[in-house]
């Protein structure tokens, strides 16, 4: 008699709220997962007065609960802190013991499926943001990135942050068309390689909505697209997904409620 798997849990967005993301563990926990995977806008090692506390009490709760989260980034994380870090021969880097980076381009075997990241985005408030200080000049992932990833072959999930062009959406915000312009360049490249690998599964937030669409490709093959709403969206910020070797996989809303 074979027990069910583990399920995986994937987050949208968290921004440092410590509180949002000590109840989003709760909701792990319930659900029995071990593993966490997020999909950037974590808030990681933003610098100031406070920096390292929010990683310090999060990777806490996860050693006590022998957890690990997995972080694709956004644009809104410390990329100049996350480049410096050594990749393992697992394919992930590790900030804390138990708080761990997918580099973009990278990849990594989780449960039994491939897990391959591309995160990142533009950040379309970039004129209020400084440098070093809450914005990075190297946020947007790149052709060569892309291609790395490409060239490792097939995987299983797909995480990125920002979402593919052909997944139609639509911000709350105005924006000037050079900043637009800007921001479809990543959406664009994932475009592109969404298209070159084909996966069953692609996981995205920086929207702050959720929604899901079918992707259809010229094979007649879909990718399942994710997008995860920010922290505060109760039943939209979380999913869990049940390895397995047949596609696609099962995945159901997560229910997550603040500390």
Known sequence: MTSEPRPIAIFGDWHGHLGWALGS??????????TLVHVGDLGL????????????????ILVEREMTLILSLG???NHDTATKLEVWDDGLSSFRSNIRTLPRGGRTLIEGLTIGGLGGAYSIDRKHRTEGKDWWANEEPTQEEADLLVAGGPVDIF????VPASVPMKG???LPANVVARAERTRTLLDTVVRRLRPPHLFAGHWHQRRTYDLVHEAGTVTRVDVLANE???NGNGV?????????????PMRITTR
């Open 25 to 34: 563990l709760d909701a792990a926990t319930k659900a029995g997962a071990r």
């Open 45 to 60: 090692d933003f610098p100031g007065r406070r920096r390292g506390r929010f990683e310090k009490k999060l990777n806490r």
């Open 75 to 77: 644009n809104h994380d």
């Open 159 to 162: 995480i990125t942050h920002d």
């Open 172 to 174: 709350d915000l105005k």
């Open 232 to 234: 505060f969206a109760t």
């Open 240 to 252: 869990l997904v049940w390895p397995s070797e047949q596609m696609p996989l099962r995945v159901e």
